[in-house]
C-alpha cells in the first residue's frame, strides 16, 4: 500500500473540565508545550462546541450523534426512564471503535469512561456497557467520572486492578505507559493495520493533583488574582487570532468576589488551588509528551493523527472561595471542617478545586460555565496535527460539533457508515466530516442547526445566531427568559438582541423545539430523581465477603443519608485476632468497623473528623456477631452502636455532624481497609487475623430534603 493511500492511525486525546483558554496556544500563561507544537504542526478550530457535561460529550464523540438520541442527555449516573436520558447507548448507535474494527482497525482506550451505570461499575460487572463491549480491543483506566489522581480505582479490560502494584503514581502516568505499550505492541506486531487510540485524561478534573516538581514551577504565578489573569488571556487570544480581534470580554460574573476584597489568608489558599490546576495540566501535556515521542518512534513515516479537544468548559463548582473538599462543600460541611496546609494543596492530600474566579478565567471570553449552554459551557478547543493537515499552524473558524469527529475519522479511514453493525440497524450519524478545512478555507458551508441541552438549559446555533435560555431549577419552563446572540459580530455572547430581533428569535426557540422532539430531548426536567432521591431505593442490602475486589463507591452500599446497619458473620473471635471487619471509603470520609488492641470498634470518618466507639476490652472474644449500625437524628447529628451476640450492652456514641449526600469516595472491602485507611487508628490495609464468613450491610431509607436533594443535583452535573 502507498503512503497516499494507507489510512491513518488515529490518537483523540480528551482532556477534561478543561476551558478553551487553557492551552498556551489558546492564550494560557500553562505551559503546554506539547499541545502548542500540535497546534504549530496542525489546525486550530475556534468554532467547535461539546456539550457542558462529561457522559453527553463522550456519548456524541464515540458515537457521532446527539447525546439525547442515544439515551445520553445527562451525565450517567443521573439516568431515568424517559428516552433521551436512559443512561444507556442503544445497538442501533454502534461506536467509532466498532465501526473502525470492521474495517481492520485495532482500538485502544486509556483512561476516563464514564458512559456505564453505577448498577454496572463494580468488579462483578454487568459489562456491556463497559468499553470492550462497545468496540475497544483494550481498556485501561477508571470508570467513574473523577478519581484520586495518586489513588484512582483502575480498571484493565473487564478486571480491576490492585492499585498497590502502581506505588503511588500519577494516574496520568500510568495510563501513557499502558498507551505506549499498546501502541507500540500494535505496531510491532501488526506494521500493516492501523489503529484507533483514545487517551481521555482525568486531567483537568478535580482534584487537582500534580508531582511536586510541577506544583513548584507555579508557586506564585497566579498572584495577580483572576480578574488580571482574565485579562491577561484575553489580549493573548487576541494577538492568537483565537477570537477575533474585535471581540468583546463580557462583565465578570457578579457571583465571583473582587480578587482585592479577599482576605490574605483567602488569596493564599485560592493561589495554591490555581497552581494545583496548572500543574495538574502541564503535568498531562508532559505525559501526552512521552505518548507522542513513542507515536514518532513507531511511525517514522508520520501517518498518525492526532486530535486534541476538552469535554466541557471550566467549572464553577467550587465557589467563590474554593474547596479543599469538594466533599465538604457538597455536603455544606461546618466551616474549618476541614484543616488548612497550603503545602499540602496538590499533592493528593485534599480533594481540591479551584475558586469560580479562575473557572472564569479558564473560559476566557466566554460567559458562564460547564452544566449550562452559554459559550462557556460549550466551547472547546480543537486541534488537529497530522500528515492529512496541509494548512500546518493555522486556525480555523468552522462553525463544528463533536458529532463531527465520528464522521472525520470514518472519511479518513476509508470507512463509509453502514446501515446495519452486527445485524442492527444504526441511526444516521449527525455530524459531517470536517477533512474538507484541513487542506482549504472556508471548505465548508454554515453548519446545520445544532440545539443544546441540559438540566433544562437550552440553546440553539444556527445561520450565525444563538439563542439561549438559563434555567433556575424549579422555575416553570415557560417562564424562562431567552436570549438572543449574533454570534458572527459577537461571539463572546455579551449583547442580547432579543428584544431588537423578536421574530428571529421566535423562529429558533421554535427551531430548537423541533429539533428536541427529533433528539429525544422532552420531558425537560431534573433527572433522575425518581431514582435517586426515592424513598425506597431499589437495594437496601449488600453482602461483601473477604477475598472480594474491593467496591468503588458507584456501586458500593448506598448508606449517604440513610440510617444503616452493618451485621458481620465469623468464626468465634480470638483474643489475639484483630483487623479490619469491614471499610468503606478512604481518608477522607467513611467507616470502619476493625479491632485493634483488644476492642472492638466502629468508627465514622466525617470528612475527616472522626467519632469512634468501642467496646469494654475483650468484651468482643467469643462472638459470632458483629453488629453496627448509624441512626440520624435531628439536624446532620447521628448516633452510633456497636455490639455482639455475646454482649450484654452495646456501646453507643453521638456523632455531631454526618455527610447526608455522599458519605465517602473510596471502595468497599470486607476484612480489610485500603492503603489510604478510613481512620488513622492503624495503618493502610490492616487484614483481619481471625476468619470471617460474610458482612451484610443493610439502609433504612428515609426521604430526602428538598435542599438535600438540589445539592445531589448540583454535585452529579458536575460530574
Not at 480528551?14 to 489546525?43: K, N, Q, V, W
Not at 495554591?272 to 500543574?279: D, Q, V
Not at 477533512?435 to 438540566?455: H, I, K, N, W
Not at 489475639?576 to 476493625?594: C, H, I, K, Q
Request: glycine share 10%; hydrophobic share 40%; net charge negative.
Amino acid at each position: 500500500m502507498s503512503a497516499d493511500s494507507r489510512r491513518p492511525h488515529v490518537v483523540v486525546v480528551l482532556f477534561d473540565d478543561m476551558g478553551y483558554s487553557d492551552l498556551g496556544c489558546y492564550g494560557s500563561s500553562i505551559r503546554t508545550p506539547h499541545i502548542d507544537r500540535l497546534a504549530a504542526e496542525g489546525l486550530r478550530y475556534t468554532g467547535f462546541d461539546v456539550t457542558p457535561l462529561c457522559s453527553p460529550t463522550r456519548a456524541a464523540l464515540l458515537t457521532g450523534r446527539n447525546p439525547h438520541a442515544v439515551g445520553m442527555g445527562t451525565i450517567v449516573q443521573f439516568a431515568s426512564g424517559d428516552p433521551g436520558y436512559t443512561g444507556s447507548i442503544p445497538s442501533s448507535a454502534a461506536m467509532l471503535p466498532l465501526l473502525l474494527k470492521d474495517a481492520g482497525y485495532a482500538s485502544g482506550l486509556f483512561g476516563k469512561w464514564h458512559l456505564s451505570p453505577n448498577a454496572a461499575s463494580g468488579p462483578g460487572g454487568p459489562y456491556d456497557e463497559w468499553p470492550l463491549a462497545r468496540g475497544f480491543d483494550r481498556f485501561f483506566g477508571f470508570l467513574a467520572g473523577r478519581v484520586h489522581q495518586f489513588r484512582p480505582e483502575l480498571v484493565q479490560d473487564n478486571s480491576f486492578v490492585d492499585l498497590a502494584a502502581y506505588g503511588g503514581r500519577h494516574i496520568s502516568e500510568i495510563i501513557v505507559d499502558e498507551a505506549v505499550r499498546w501502541i507500540t505492541d500494535h505496531r510491532y506486531a501488526r506494521p500493516d493495520d492501523p489503529s484507533f487510540a483514545m487517551l481521555s485524561f482525568g486531567a483537568v478534573h478535580s482534584p487537582h493533583h500534580a508531582p511536586r516538581e510541577y506544583l513548584d514551577r507555579y508557586r506564585g504565578a497566579f498572584a495577580h488574582g483572576w480578574e488580571e489573569e482574565r485579562r491577561r488571556r484575553f489580549e493573548r487570544q487576541r494577538e492568537l487570532g483565537v477570537i477575533p480581534v474585535d471581540t468583546v470580554l463580557p462583565e465578570a460574573d457578579p457571583a465571583i468576589p473582587v480578587w482585592e476584597s479577599l482576605t490574605a489568608e483567602e488569596r493564599d489558599v485560592a493561589e495554591r488551588l490555581m497552581e494545583a490546576y496548572a500543574a495538574h495540566l502541564e503535568h498531562a501535556d508532559a505525559e501526552l509528551g512521552r505518548l507522542l515521542d513513542a507515536i514518532a518512534a513507531a511511525d517514522p513515516e508520520g501517518e498518525t493523527l492526532v486530535v486534541v479537544l476538552s469535554d466541557n468548559g471550566a467549572t464553577n463548582a467550587g465557589g467563590p472561595l474554593g474547596a479543599l473538599s469538594e466533599e465538604a462543600v457538597l455536603n455544606d460541611a461546618p466551616e474549618g471542617a476541614v484543616e488548612v496546609d497550603l503545602a499540602a494543596i496538590g499533592t493528593g492530600r485534599y480533594y481540591n478545586q479551584y475558586p469560580a474566579g479562575w473557572g472564569q478565567a479558564s473560559n476566557t471570553p466566554f460567559r458562564r460555565y460547564k452544566h449550562t449552554v452559554h459559550a462557556g459551557g460549550t466551547r472547546s478547543p480543537l486541534i488537529i496535527s497530522g500528515a492529512p493537515v496541509s494548512r500546518r499552524g493555522m486556525h480555523d473558524d468552522t462553525r463544528s460539533f463533536v458529532t463531527d469527529l465520528v464522521p472525520t475519522v470514518l472519511e479518513l479511514a476509508g470507512v463509509e457508515p453502514p446501515s446495519t453493525v452486527r445485524g442492527i440497524e444504526q441511526m444516521p450519524l449527525h455530524g459531517r466530516s470536517l477533512v474538507p478545512t484541513f487542506t482549504a478555507t472556508d471548505a465548508l458551508g454554515e453548519r446545520a442547526p445544532q440545539y443544546f441541552e441540559v438540566a433544562g438549559h437550552r440553546a440553539l446555533l444556527a445561520d450565525g445566531w444563538k439563542a439561549v435560555t438559563f434555567h433556575r431549577q424549579g422555575d416553570d419552563f415557560a417562564d424562562d427568559r431567552w436570549e438572543l446572540y449574533h454570534l458572527d459580530a459577537d461571539p463572546a455572547e455579551t449583547t442580547d438582541l432579543s428584544a431588537r430581533h423578536p421574530q428571529r428569535l421566535v423562529k429558533l426557540i421554535e427551531l430548537w423545539n423541533e429539533q428536541a422532539a427529533a433528539n429525544q430531548v422532552f420531558p425537560l426536567g431534573n433527572r433522575g430523581k425518581s431514582q435517586l432521591f426515592a424513598e425506597h431505593p431499589d437495594r437496601t442490602r449488600w453482602i461483601l465477603v473477604p477475598g472480594m475486589t474491593p467496591v468503588p463507591q458507584a456501586a458500593a452500599p448506598a448508606i449517604s443519608g440513610h440510617d444503616f446497619s452493618v451485621e458481620v458473620d465469623l468464626s468465634p473471635v480470638g483474643g489475639a485476632d484483630e483487623g479490619v471487619l469491614l471499610a468503606m471509603g478512604d481518608r477522607f470520609g467513611g467507616v470502619s468497623l476493625y479491632v485493634r488492641d483488644g476492642r472492638l470498634t466502629f468508627a465514622v470518618n466525617a470528612l475527616e473528623a472522626v467519632t469512634a466507639v468501642s467496646l469494654a476490652r475483650g468484651e468482643h472474644v467469643g462472638a459470632r456477631k458483629v453488629q453496627a449500625t448509624l441512626v440520624l437524628t435531628e439536624g446532620r447529628s447521628a448516633t452510633i452502636r456497636v455490639g455482639t451476640d455475646v454482649t450484654s450492652t452495646p456501646a453507643d456514641a453521638d456523632v455531631s455532624w454526618v455527610p447526608q449526600l455522599r458519605f465517602f469516595m473510596g471502595s468497599a472491602q470486607c476484612g480489610r481497609d485500603q492503603d489510604a485507611s478510613v481512620v488513622r487508628d492503624y495503618d493502610g490495609r490492616f487484614p483481619y487475623t481471625g476468619r470471617i464468613l460474610r458482612a451484610t450491610v443493610e439502609i433504612h431509607p428515609r426521604p430526602r430534603s428538598g435542599e438535600q436533594s438540589e445539592a445531589l443535583l448540583r454535585e452529579l452535573m458536575d460530574g
